[in-house]
Each structure stands twice: as structure tokens, then as C-alpha cells.
């Protein structure tokens, strides 16, 4: 059985996460920062600690196991902020114990908790991030990159642009259920299990999606 590390100084707050998810999982609880050397394969945060300074967000990264932020009416911008920083999502402390509970299973599964409505704005950002003049060497080509085709490389460009199918189908002259159906090949071929996780592992290799070359031998190949 997995276990969560709850922590916040709010005795309340660690009572109502306690509650929600004892019944599947070990918790753990500390009432005070600052995080532990184990660890634990997902840390319920209070987002007070970032609030107050005792936790920087850039410091997130260097996190051992997954972290769930929980604040109190934070901006949208915040939480955009938290997730592209290596946060596996956000969820507000007024949210309910069933949505606590999904939110911990998701992130478990390997997903990322984020309101939907903000998926392209974290896309977006991952892609500021990746064309900012000081970057990191760049990392190998995600494993089955050089497997898609030239229609499918076309669909991932917009993806990382952060618009909806419908705008894809549109720009790409072929109807949705066309886009749906190059995403559902696109997962596949890149293990991934959405649109924000594909951005997340493409985040440095936009380069290499347009590298004219490999388009123009796809395109060859294709033929």
C-alpha cells in the first residue's frame, strides 16, 4: 500500500486529508516543514509553506516523490507556476473529499492535477521555458519521435502551441475525429497518456520536430 505524507501546520486540514485518504492508503503526518530526506511516493503540501517562503517553488524539481499543492484561492497563474516547476498538480483546500481523493489516485497513476482549463497555459509556458536564450543542453529525442509521421509531427506543433482540436482540424484542413485519431497514435508512440504529458516530454524537442531533414525523409518514405 502506498503512503502519503501529509504536512501542514493545520491540525484541521491534516484531520479532513487524514480522513479522506486512510481507507487506501498508509499516511504518514508532519505538522511542520521542512520535508523529510525519505522518500515518499506522494507528499500532501500546504501550500502555506510556499506562502510564507519556507519552501521556494524553483526548489520543487529537487522534490524526492511526487508533490500535491494544496492552497487557498491561489491564482491561476500560481498554479500554472507550481506544475511547470515539477509539482504533480494543485488543488484548492475548499475542494471536495471525493476530488482530494481522485486528485491523489491520478497523481499515483502518473498522471498531473491541473484544472483543465489550464492545460494549454501550462503547454505554453513549458514552451516559453524551452525557447528562453539560457537553456540546458539538449536532452536525446524521446524514444519513437523519429516514428511519426509528417501529419502526426504537424498535429504534435500545434499541441505545443496549446490549441484545441477544433482549431488543429481547422488549420490542418482534416475534421476532428482526424486530429483524435493522429493523438490516439501519437500517445501510443510516445507512452504518453495526454496532451499535457506529451508537451511535457516534447518541452526540448521542438527543434527536432522541425528539423526539415527527417520531415523531408518521413515524407519520402511515406510516398
Not at 51 to 62: E, F, M, N, P, Y
Not at 74 to 98: I, R
Request: hydrophobic share 45%.
Amino acid at each position: 500500500m502506498n503512503t502519503v505524507l501529509l504536512i501542514s501546520p493545520h491540525t484541521d486540514a491534516l484531520e479532513k486529508w487524514r480522513q479522506v485518504l486512510a481507507l487506501d492508503y498508509t499516511v504518514a503526518i508532519l505538522p511542520d516543514f521542512p520535508l523529510p530526506d525519505q522518500a515518499y511516493p506522494l507528499t500532501v503540501l500546504d501550500a502555506s509553506f510556499i506562502d510564507q517562503g519556507k519552501l521556494q517553488i524553483s526548489a520543487i524539481k529537487h522534490h524526492p516523490g511526487k508533490l500535491l499543492i494544496i492552497g487557498d484561492n491561489w491564482p491561476e497563474e500560481l498554479q500554472v507556476k507550481v506544475v511547470v516547476a515539477g509539482a504533480a498538480g494543485y488543488c484548492e483546500c475548499s475542494t471536495s473529499n471525493s476530488v482530494i481523493l481522485k486528485a491523489v489516485e491520478s497523481i499515483l497513476q502518473g498522471d498531473i492535477w491541473v484544472q483543465r482549463h489550464l492545460v494549454p497555459q501550462v503547454i505554453g509556458t513549458l514552451v516559453k521555458i524551452t525557447r528562453a536564450p539560457v537553456a540546458p543542453p539538449p536532452k536525446p529525442a524521446p524514444a519513437g519521435l523519429d516514428t511519426l509521421s509528417v501529419r502526426e509531427r504537424d498535429v504534435v506543433r500545434l499541441i505545443l502551441r496549446g490549441i484545441s482540436n477544433k482549431v488543429i482540424a481547422s488549420e490542418l484542413f482534416i475534421s476532428e475525429r482526424t486530429v483524435k485519431a493522429h493523438l490516439t497514435s501519437i500517445f501510443k508512440k510516445l507512452h504518453v497518456p495526454d496532451r499535457l504529458h506529451l508537451a511535457i516530454l516534447l518541452k526540448e524537442s521542438e527543434e527536432l520536430l522541425n528539423n526539415k531533414k527527417t520531415t523531408k525523409a518521413l515524407a519520402e518514405t511515406e510516398s
